[in-house]
């Protein structure tokens, strides 16, 4: 999960304490934590599962790589390179789903940032859009790729 970790709410000052006080300070600062953890649980939309990852695609992918996922959607006549396959990610990649390389060609910031502009346009920056001014802004990008990554993981075939 994308949620911070208790320990980082541990000050550093704590670090220099005597450990009588340490424990004093961190059983003070628990409730505190598990609370903010639990209001961010309600407010980060922490769900990576097929449906969620499918409607993304039908809204943001399927116009190019087509519902199946094949790479026949309306719009991949008029591209060349032709929108990839979907469906042979692992196939293609030794019959190995490479879940974080799948990550990093939808999010497409750095690949551009490192090769220039590519065809395919860059979701990392899209999905960064669509969450400016909710809370915890900066995790909805990854979780929108990694809803989608986890949703191309089902559709592989041989
Ligand atoms: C405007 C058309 C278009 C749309 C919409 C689109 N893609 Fe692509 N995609 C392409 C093209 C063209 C390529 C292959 C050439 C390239 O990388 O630029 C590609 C390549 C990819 C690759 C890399 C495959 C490989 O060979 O490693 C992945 C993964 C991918 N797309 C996922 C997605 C996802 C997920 C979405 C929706 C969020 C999406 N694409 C939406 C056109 C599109």
């Known amino acids: 999960m994308?949620?911070?970790?208790?320990?980082s709410f541990d000050p550093p000052y704590l670090a220099t304490m005597p450990v009588k006080r340490h424990v004093r300070v961190t059983r003070?600062?628990?409730?505190?934590?598990a609370a903010l953890l639990a209001g961010l649980a309600g407010?980060?939309?922490t769900r990576t599962d097929e449906a969620t990852g499918q409607q993304l695609y039908l809204r943001y992918c399927a116009s190019c790589h087509g519902t199946s996922?094949?790479?026949d959607g309306p719009l991949a006549a008029s591209l060349s390179p032709a929108p990839a396959d979907l469906t042979r990610l692992a196939s293609r990649s030794g019959a190995k789903f490479d879940e974080a390389g799948v990550m990093m060609a939808i999010d497409g910031r750095r690949a551009v940032a490192q090769h220039g502009p590519r065809d395919m346009p860059v979701w990392g920056a899209v999905f960064a859009e669509k969450h400016?001014?909710?809370p915890f802004a900066m995790?909805?990008?990854t979780l929108d790729v990694r809803a989608l990554a986890d949703y191309l993981r089902t559709i592989q075939r041989e």
């Open 139 to 141: 995790y909805g990008p």
């Open 28 to 33: 003070r600062l628990a409730p505190m934590a």
């Open 43 to 45: 407010c980060v939309d």
């Open 69 to 71: 996922g094949r790479g």
């Open 2 to 7: 994308l949620l911070p970790h208790a320990e």
């Open 132 to 134: 400016v001014g909710e």
